[in-house]
């Protein structure tokens, strides 16, 4: 449940067989048993330390009765972030932590998911053109400081109910984990609205593309194109100053822009 298959950066390093080595993606079939106490089959674990080994899934889970604590690291890609109204588009998101707080509440149906609250954090926060992200800083203990030598920042979230709909009622906790590790990436790309604004933050940061998350999308649509590489085009973006010497790095023209926003006209939020 807790790693996908081929989620270790060393493909040579030694295996240990326990329950660390496949702790998000792999569902493991078990007898159906009920418990008064769903808590009492609940594997607590912190692997924050190996994390630069593991390319995604829970490094740390624990718990106070219904109260559960996590951070689950995801790997970096291009996904198809949703308007608010209508159309999508692809975009690239670098690699990312998410700390989660909520209660399982046990009920006749099973066990109901209530967010408490959620955390994002990322060598790259101010360029993260997430919707539902807090402008400015948070902290969270549970995520680490740092990893590969860069500082983790973090950012709080507006969550709603989105994750508790996402995630639904369970019939144990392990189906409540499995769920909620496939929520994510549905929670941070769709069902956004105009409540926040695009991350302004230090120096380049998401809103100095655009003020609004649709152009701002569109804008690193090209640059996904210019870079495919997503760790590299964060990286790199992070090294400069300005929007403008971003384009000019990748050879991107507002011409390109304007061609690209007719072709997603679709695209509405």
Same mark, same amino acid.
């Given at each position: 449940?807790? /790693? ?9 390093? #030694? ?27 609940? #594997?607590?674990?912190? =692997? ?13 889970? $624990? ?6 604590? =996590? ?7 291009? /996904? ?10 692809? =975009?690239?998101? #670098? ?32 360029? +993260? ?7 400015? $800083? ?32 369970c019939p144990d906790v392990e189906m409540a984990f499995h769920r909620l590790a496939n929520s994510i990436l549905p929670f941070l790309l769709t069902g956004g609205n105009n409540d926040l604004s695009v991350y302004d933050? /230090?120096? +380049? ?16 649509? +090209?640059?996904?194109?210019?870079? #495919? ?32 926003? $007719? ?7």
């Amino acid at each position: 449940m807790f /790693y996908t298959n081929n989620t270790i950066h060393h493909p040579d390093s #030694p295996r240990h067989q326990d329950m660390l080595s496949w702790l998000s993606g792999k569902v493991i079939r078990m007898r159906n048993q009920h418990s008064a106490d769903a808590n009492s089959i609940f #594997p607590q674990f912190d =692997i924050r330390h190996m994390e630069e080994q593991i390319q995604q899934g829970f490094l740390y889970a $624990d718990r106070d009765r219904d109260l559960y604590e =996590i951070v689950f690291k995801h790997e970096g890609g291009i /996904y198809t972030q949703h308007g608010f109204k209508s159309g999508s588009i692809d =975009i690239p998101i #670098p690699e990312f932590y998410l700390y989660v707080r909520f209660h399982l509440i046990s009920g006749s149906n099973g066990l109901t998911f209530d967010t408490e609250k959620v955390v994002i954090g990322s060598r790259y926060r101010n360029l +993260l053109p997430l919707s539902n992200i807090h402008s400015g $800083d948070s902290y969270d203990h549970r995520i680490m400081g740092q990893s590969q030598g860069q500082s983790i920042d973090c950012a709080s979230m507006c969550f709603g109910d989105a994750l508790d709909e996402l995630v639904g009622t369970c019939p144990d906790v392990e189906m409540a984990f499995h769920r909620l590790a496939n929520s994510i990436l549905p929670f941070l790309l769709t069902g956004g609205n105009n409540d926040l604004s695009v991350y302004d933050g /230090y120096g +380049l940061s998401a809103s100095s593309f655009s003020d609004t998350f649709r152009s701002c999308w569109l804008w690193y649509h +090209l640059l996904a194109q210019a870079e #495919p590489d997503v760790e590299t085009l964060y990286a790199t973006m992070q090294q400069i100053d300005r929007k403008s010497e971003v384009l000019d790095h990748y050879d991107i023209t507002y011409d390109d822009f304007s061609v690209l926003s $007719d072709a997603y006209e679709d695209l509405v939020n």
